[in-house]
Each structure stands twice: as C-alpha cells, then as structure tokens.
C-alpha cells in the first residue's frame, strides 16, 4: 500500500513538474516574440495547465505531505519532508510572483465559470500599465523557470525516496 502511494505521489509531482518544466523549455522562443504575439499566445496555456495545475500541485502538495507523515521517525523522512518542502515553495512562487501577471496576460480574454474566480482570486488591481509589458513577461517567465527547479527537486526526492 505504502509503494503504491509513493507512485502516486511521484506521479502527482511529475504534472506538476511537466507544467513548470513546458513553461520553462518554451523560455527562450517566447523571449523573441514581439508585444503582440506574446499577448496572442499567452492566454493558450491557461485552460489546460490550470487543469494540470490543480491536479499536479494541490495533489503533489497533499501526498508529499501524506508522505512526511507516513515517513515521520524513518530514514525517508528527510527526502519526504525536503519533496512537500519543494512543492510550497513552486506554489508560493505562482501567487507571489506569477499569478499577479496572469491579471495583465487575460484582460481581454474572456473567462468563464471556475476560471473566471481562479484568475481574479487576489488580483484587485492591475499589476502594471501596459507599457511595463517585457517586465512583467520576464516576470512571468522566470517564476516559472525558479517552479521548474523546484517541482525538479521534489520529483528527484520522491524518486530517491522510492527506490531506497
């Protein structure tokens, strides 16, 4: 039983890491494109990786935590705690610093149901003038290479973890 949930737990981590890590790899094409094409391409990614997101990480995060506790007193413990300690920090990085942008990519798309109060949880304000628009991709797209790192590390953990 407990094999089986660490499997799960891994799995649950690597789409969250699959998501971070598209965002991260598509970094250095997205850097090349114009105002406009940024803002035409952006808004494609939200409905399936808020689908992942909500899956990979709030599954991920709650597993690894299941898996601290399970582990608690074991020599797994600390690859446990060190996973769940990883996927807080890639979550925090989404409301700190990438999901404020996310108000300034979907003004002009329209959001329905679920996503429509997702988006706008925590967004009162605009985050910047349009003018501010390479700021605030390369804000968008370096959060999401530091969540790689960190959804990177949680796997490797559970991983390490698994074949101990």
Not at 51 to 58: H, N, Q, R, S, T
Not at 117 to 140: I, N, V, Y
């Amino acid at each position: 039983m407990f094999d089986a949930f660490q499997v799960l737990t891994l799995l649950l981590v690597a789409v969250a890491m699959a998501t971070s890590l598209a965002h991260a790899l598509e970094f250095p094409g997205k850097l090349r494109l114009e105002k406009n094409a940024y803002k035409v391409v952006q808004p494609i990614y939200y409905p399936g990786f808020t689908v992942a997101g909500l899956v990979g990480e709030a599954g991920g995060m709650l597993a690894t935590l299941v898996l601290v506790v399970l582990t608690w007193g074991s020599p797994g413990f600390p690859l446990a705690l060190g996973a769940f300690l990883a996927m807080i920090v890639m979550h925090a990085i989404y409301w700190l610093f990438t999901h404020p942008v996310n108000n300034f990519w979907l003004a002009e798309t329209r959001i329905v149901r679920a996503g429509a109060g997702f988006f706008s949880f925590g967004t009162g304000k605009k985050d910047a003038q349009p003018e501010d628009w390479t700021k605030l991709r390369d804000r968008w797209e370096y959060s999401h290479v530091a969540r790689a790192v960190f959804a990177t590390l949680a796997f490797l953990s559970l991983a390490i973890l698994a074949v101990r």
